[in-house]
């Protein structure tokens, strides 16, 4: 295994080769509400997710905040003349990542929001998102086995089709290669296949599908850097 919290490759800022406008650089400190405002605005199977959530921070809570504070060294952003409005961010060492989210994250994410109660067949968008705070979903370990990375790229509408996404990922697989990975995962919705056409033309292969609490399941797929083009 790699070690997540070896010292970041040098990514200089640069031009996307998919459009010169668009800036490719490591995220920092500073991005965090970015992540969050892309994160409700492509959280709904790609689209915005803004109707379907009372707290607008609930979904980077889980999906992008924690990535930017644990492991910024694995966080690139695109930037345009209008802002931050695309990321990548994951981690080298799934199970690691998992452990510091245990230690480091979720603690005062639980004292701010409740478990959810009721029945879970009616709860609502938030309480599904407090409901994994509070049992976060592990990646199984039949793709953690032979994929231990994983990753999470998210663009704005005004990014999308570009060619910002390919050179985000190329960029992130490249400088986590560098580092010592060997393979990464991906989990998409079942229900989001423009999501998994992405992922399955840039060499991800699907390795399981499971069936989520509250949802119409997860595709999970793969990738090894030996098969990286």
């Known amino acids: 295994m790699s070690d997540s919290r070896a010292g970041p490759v040098s990514v200089?800022?640069?031009?996307?080769?998919?459009?010169?406008?668009?800036?490719l650089r490591r995220a920092t400190a500073g991005d965090?509400?970015?992540?969050?405002?892309?994160?409700?605005?492509?959280?709904?199977?790609?689209?915005?997710?803004?109707?379907?959530?009372?707290?607008?921070?609930?979904?980077?809570?889980?999906?992008a905040a924690p990535y930017l504070t644990l492991a910024?060294?694995?966080?690139?952003?695109?930037?345009?003349?209008d802002g931050v409005a695309g990321y990548i961010v994951g981690t080298r060492d799934s199970?690691?990542?998992?452990?510091?989210l245990e230690r480091d994250w979720w603690p005062a994410l639980r004292r701010r929001y409740p478990p959810p109660?009721?029945?879970?067949?009616?709860?609502?968008?938030?309480?599904?998102?407090?409901?994994?705070i509070h049992?976060?979903?592990?990646?199984?370990?039949?793709?953690?086995?032979?994929?231990?990375g994983h990753v999470h790229i998210n663009l704005l509408p005004r990014l999308q089709g570009r060619r910002i996404g390919?050179?985000?990922l190329n960029l992130w697989l490249s400088d986590a290669q560098a580092r010592g990975c060997r393979a990464v995962h991906i989990a998409t919705s079942a229900t989001n296949p423009r999501a998994l056409r992405f992922w399955t033309a840039r060499g991800f292969v699907e390795v399981l599908?499971?069936?989520?609490?509250?949802?119409?399941?997860?595709?999970?797929?793969?990738?090894?850097?030996?098969?990286?083009?």
């Open 209 to 229: 599908q499971t069936s989520d609490h509250g949802s119409s399941g997860t595709i999970w797929c793969g990738r090894s850097f030996a098969n990286r083009g």
């Open 32 to 63: 965090i509400d970015a992540l969050y405002a892309i994160s409700l605005a492509t959280g709904d199977r790609g689209g915005d997710a803004a109707r379907l959530y009372r707290d607008p921070r609930m979904l980077g809570h889980i999906y």
């Open 135 to 148: 049992r976060p979903r592990c990646a199984p370990e039949e793709v953690v086995r032979g994929y231990p």
């Open 95 to 100: 199970r690691d990542f998992e452990a510091r």
């Open 166 to 168: 390919p050179a985000l």
């Open 117 to 132: 109660e009721g029945e879970p067949q009616q709860w609502d968008a938030d309480q599904r998102r407090c409901y994994m």
């Open 12 to 23: 200089e800022p640069s031009r996307s080769p998919g459009d010169a406008g668009v800036l």
């Open 72 to 81: 910024p060294e694995d966080c690139l952003v695109a930037e345009d003349g």
